[in-house]
């Protein structure tokens, strides 16, 4: 009986050992997921979105890049006078859309709002 009683209890003992293990595995496999996902976030930010979406669009990936080759890149560009001016004028046009779409979008009643006023001014008008 005792041997038995022996056997049991190092049956036990051994199935904590594994159950610990697998815990702390699982506790080690979250820690390295987490790592990835901050390494991966500290590369996007290093990165830039603009130039991450520009790479992605040339090439169809991503890849690891550092910031002196982004700083060559758009120093190689901005170097010409030409791709200068047709970046202001790009920029010009995008605040431009940009600004159009957040007046419509502000505060749709205001246009309705106008055009109210303007029916009540044209119908004075005609009396």
Known sequence: MKELEKVMEQL?????KIEKAQNREK??????NKLKRSAETQR??????VFEAF???ITGRQEDTNN??????LDYVLSDNRNREKLKE????????????????KNP???????DSQKVKNSDEDM
């Open 12 to 16: 036990e003992k051994e199935n904590n």
């Open 27 to 32: 506790q080690l496999n979250q820690k390295i």
């Open 44 to 49: 996007k930010i290093r990165k830039g979105g």
């Open 55 to 57: 790479e992605r669009e």
């Open 68 to 73: 002196d080759l982004i700083y060559a890149f």
């Open 90 to 105: 790009l920029t010009a046009i995008h605040l431009k859309d940009r600004e159009t779409n957040m007046g419509e979008t």
């Open 109 to 115: 009643d205001d246009e309705n709002d106008s055009i």
